[in-house]
């Protein structure tokens, strides 16, 4: 029902629509608190991370030394996303099919995603990702980056 009432309809109209919506709550921290990441995996496992696109924030508003990019990653059954930190560097997923966890430090349990949940990365927050489930689990990853560092590949 919104692809239709989306489709052809004026920008204002979709953004109100999209804002009046309720937030889905799969996907979310379902008990606020804070996770021992000590013993978090550090080497991925099982993932296929592939550039999609990227844009130079500096020619586009001003931002030197930053981009955004988006990415697919195909996370296998038993894969694992090890532990990186968003500090200075926000980004969206989502999860276009299959299901997988998130450890994260801002939340006192793991965190299930499946297929049509998008998780917020920001503030600092540190965590890490394994599918634990039976087939592949495909997301897409937004996230402004620091061009030419090291530590922005996860």
Not at 39 to 47: E, F, L, R, S
Not at 106 to 130: M, Q, T
């Amino acid at each position: 029902m919104i692809k239709t009432i989306i489709k052809g309809a004026p920008l204002a109209l979709v953004a109100a629509i999209a804002l009046s919506a309720p937030a889905n709550a799969a996907g979310l921290c379902p008990k606020p608190g804070s996770m021992n990441l000590a013993n978090a995996p550090t080497m991925p496992k099982g993932v296929t991370d592939t550039i999609l696109g990227s844009v130079d924030l500096r020619s586009e508003i001003g931002v030197d030394g930053r981009m955004l990019r988006t990415r697919r990653l195909v996370i296998q059954p038993g894969g694992v996303v090890p532990l990186h930190r968003h500090k200075d560097r926000p980004a969206l997923i989502y999860t276009i099919s299959g299901s997988i966890t998130e450890y994260s430090s801002a939340c006192a349990v793991p965190i299930n995603h499946k297929a049509g949940d998008i998780s917020r990365e920001a503030d600092g927050l540190s965590h890490y990702w394994i599918n634990h489930g039976k087939v592949p689990a495909v997301v897409l990853s937004s996230d402004v980056f620091h061009s030419g560092k090291a530590d922005s590949a996860m």
